[in-house]
């Protein structure tokens, strides 16, 4: 019998013992990481799981994207752990759970991103400065975006999106993301750091500068082919650029006709070139993806819902500024309630941003489970914002939740409505974001109308920032036919373009 035994069993051991050491090895990987929970505080760690060794459930992310939270948020709520980018972390939902920890800056949490972050943006950036240095830069970054400077910028991002969307009419169909994220980095190095790139310039750099963002999330490991080596090759590429457009700058300083962003800064502070370097990079990062991001979005809801446009143009009528050869005033733009409702349901809906990153300082409680100190924790926007109880039908596209007569954005906690963070470290351009994503729509409203090339909705990839899977063909041409007939007949007999 123990013979036979034996020789049932001889060949499947071979199979077996590799997987009972795997399971033994992850057992005590949870171990590991559960063992580094504050022995002082009697709550018990979030529910979730710690994957396996090194790479903890960093592959699952990298691999499902936005669906690998939705699938931990289904089996464990509101607060749940794991282990991501080398870190043993906690994430968190829900406006309370969120307001606990943005209002809880420098006392329990302070700010902290990813060591691939931190090394791709640089180690003095804003983003990941903290105490009184990042008060002091926040302080000057923000002169660049009070309402004086944000005026100053109209003109040129009116004349910058003018050109664009003509040029988009006159092809008949683009390929959307590829020309917001032209057109947003165009926008953003003119007014930012005053970089002049051309169009061709500019959709080259857009592209590498795409790839430094799709890849800073990713594991700490720098070797060729690696997603941190893309990202690092990727930044120093854009680097060589802003180098030598600082250098053309100071060159031509007493000529430039009106102070860009990072002029305004320097002038207010001591910065070496390395620094300005950085800061070069940090604005051109926080002022190009996310709201490149939001603008394609942005085109793909209306695309669907031409009677929103309708109700932008009659808006536009009623302040004289439906005349595509008006000049814009910040003036004028602030008054525009639903056209600024608009890009609030876009922020709303698809929050460019899915999380934001925060180290715990000090062990606190949230829902009776204890979020130990050094955990790395990340506070949703995304799902916070699915949640939200104060907005009726909320996977409904519907700028009237922000018009003053329902005004649902007022109604609850205000931690249910953050595309742009809160607390202490919001984002500090945010106004000029919203004033860019009102001026194309004001834009394209004035100038054109445009549809889906493909009539089946096209399925949304939320990481690292939302974007239509394919790039978002849609066929654009001008309001006024007589200056410009586009034929949908002859467009289609040429052919799709190419996202």
Same mark, same amino acid.
């Given at each position: 019998?123990?013979?036979?035994?034996?020789?049932?069993?001889?060949?499947?051991?071979?199979?077996?013992?590799? +997987?009972?050491?795997?399971?033994?090895?992850?057992?005590?990987?949870?171990?590991?990481?559960?063992?580094?929970?504050?022995?002082?505080?009697?709550?018990?760690?979030?529910?979730?799981?710690?994957?396996?060794?090194?790479?903890?459930?960093?592959?699952?992310?990298?691999?499902?994207?936005?669906?690998?939270?939705?699938?931990?948020?289904?089996?464990? *709520?509101?607060?749940?752990?794991?282990?991501?980018?080398?870190?043993?972390?906690?994430?968190?939902?829900?406006?309370?759970?969120?307001?606990?920890?943005?209002?809880?800056?420098?006392?329990?949490?302070?700010?902290?991103?990813?060591?691939?972050?931190?090394?791709?943006?640089?180690?003095?950036?804003?983003?990941?400065?903290?105490?009184?240095?990042?008060? =002091?830069?926040?302080?000057?970054?923000?002169?660049?975006?009070?309402?004086?400077?944000?005026?100053?910028?109209?003109?040129?991002?009116?004349?910058?999106?003018?050109?664009?969307?003509?040029?988009? +009419?006159?092809?008949?169909?683009? +390929?959307?993301?590829?020309?917001?994220?032209?057109?947003?980095?165009?926008?953003?190095?003119?007014?930012?750091?005053?970089?002049?790139?051309?169009?061709?310039?500019? =959709?080259?750099?857009?592209?590498?500068?795409?790839?430094?963002?799709?890849?800073?999330?990713?594991?700490?490991?720098?070797?060729?082919?690696?997603?941190?080596?893309?990202?690092?090759?990727?930044?120093?590429?854009?680097?060589?650029? /802003?180098?030598?457009?600082?250098?053309?700058?100071?060159?031509?300083?007493?000529?430039?006709?009106?102070?860009?962003?990072?002029?305004?800064?320097?002038? *207010?502070?001591?910065?070496?070139?390395?620094?300005?370097?950085?800061?070069?990079?940090?604005?051109?990062?926080?002022?190009?993806?996310?709201?490149?991001?939001?603008?394609?979005?942005?085109?793909?809801?209306?695309?669907?819902?031409?009677?929103?446009?309708?109700?932008?143009?009659?808006?536009?009528?009623?302040?004289?500024?439906?005349?595509?050869?008006?000049?814009?005033?910040?003036?004028?733009?602030?008054?525009?309630?639903?056209?600024?409702?608009?890009?609030?349901?876009?922020?709303?809906?698809?929050?460019?941003?899915?999380?934001?990153?925060?180290?715990?300082?000090?062990?606190?409680?949230?829902?009776?489970?204890?979020?130990?100190? *050094?955990?790395?924790?990340?506070?949703?926007?995304?799902?916070?914002?699915?949640?939200?109880?104060?907005?009726?039908?909320?996977?409904?596209?519907?700028?009237?939740?922000?018009?003053?007569? =329902?005004?649902?954005?007022?109604?609850?906690?205000?931690?249910?409505?953050?595309?742009?963070?809160? *607390?202490?470290?919001?984002? /500090?351009?945010?106004?000029?974001?919203?004033?860019?994503?009102?001026?194309?729509?004001?834009?394209?409203?004035?100038? +054109?109308?445009?549809?889906? %090339?493909?009539?089946?909705?096209?399925?949304?990839?939320?990481?690292?920032?939302?974007?239509?899977?394919?790039?978002?063909?849609?066929?654009?041409?001008?309001?006024?036919?007589?200056?410009?007939?586009?034929?949908?007949?002859? /467009?289609?007999?040429?052919?799709? %373009?190419?996202?």
């Amino acid at each position: 019998m123990q013979v036979l035994l034996g020789t049932t069993l001889s060949p499947v051991l071979p199979l077996l013992l590799p +997987c009972v050491l795997l399971i033994l090895i992850c057992k005590l990987w949870t171990v590991y990481n559960v063992r580094s929970k504050d022995p002082n505080c009697k709550a018990p760690l979030p529910e979730g799981s710690m994957g396996i060794p090194f790479f903890g459930e960093t592959l699952q992310l990298l691999l499902f994207g936005a669906e690998f939270y939705q699938k931990k948020y289904a089996k464990y *709520g509101r607060v749940f752990k794991t282990h991501l980018l080398g870190q043993p972390s906690v994430r968190v939902i829900g406006a309370a759970n969120v307001r606990r920890v943005l209002l809880g800056e420098g006392d329990i949490v302070q700010v902290h991103y990813p060591r691939t972050v931190q090394s791709v943006l640089g180690s003095k950036s804003i983003l990941v400065a903290t105490g009184k240095e990042h008060d =002091r830069l926040r302080k000057l970054v923000s002169k660049a975006f009070n309402i004086h400077a944000l005026s100053e910028y109209v003109p040129y991002m009116q004349q910058f999106m003018t050109e664009a969307v003509k040029s988009w +009419c006159d092809k008949g169909q683009v +390929c959307a993301e590829s020309e917001s994220k032209v057109l947003i980095f165009r926008v953003a190095g003119k007014l930012l750091c005053n970089f002049d790139y051309d169009e061709e310039e500019s =959709r080259h750099l857009s592209q590498v500068f795409a790839t430094m963002v799709d890849n800073m999330l990713s594991l700490p490991i720098n070797i060729p082919g690696s997603q941190f080596n893309k990202a690092i090759r990727a930044r120093n590429i854009i680097r060589s650029r /802003v180098e030598a457009s600082l250098k053309k700058k100071k060159e031509s300083e007493n000529d430039l006709p009106f102070t860009d962003a990072l002029r305004i800064v320097s002038e *207010g502070g001591h910065f070496n070139t390395e620094q300005l370097k950085e800061l070069a990079l940090e604005l051109l990062f926080a002022g190009h993806s996310t709201t490149s991001s939001t603008a394609v979005m942005m085109i793909h809801y209306l695309a669907q819902r031409p009677d929103i446009v309708k109700r932008v143009r009659n808006e536009l009528d009623e302040f004289d500024l439906l005349d595509e050869e008006e000049p814009l005033k910040f003036e004028d733009i602030s008054k525009l309630k639903y056209t600024s409702s608009v890009i609030k349901e876009v922020f709303r809906i698809s929050p460019p941003i899915g999380a934001g990153f925060r180290k715990v300082i000090k062990t606190f409680q949230l829902e009776g489970k204890q979020i130990p100190a *050094g955990w790395t924790l990340l506070f949703s926007i995304r799902e916070t914002h699915a949640l939200a109880d104060n907005f009726a039908e909320v996977e409904k596209f519907d700028p009237d939740r922000f018009m003053p007569e =329902r005004n649902e954005e007022k109604k609850g906690d205000r931690f249910n409505f953050i595309p742009f963070g809160g *607390g202490s470290r919001g984002c /500090v351009g945010k106004q000029m974001a919203q004033l860019m994503l009102k001026i194309l729509l004001i834009t394209l409203s004035r100038n +054109c109308r445009w549809e889906l %090339v493909n009539q089946e909705t096209p399925r949304i990839e939320l990481m690292p920032c939302p974007h239509p899977i394919g790039g978002l063909p849609v066929r654009i041409s001008r309001l006024d036919c007589n200056a410009n007939r586009i034929d949908f007949k002859k /467009v289609n007999e040429a052919g799709d %373009v190419a996202c």
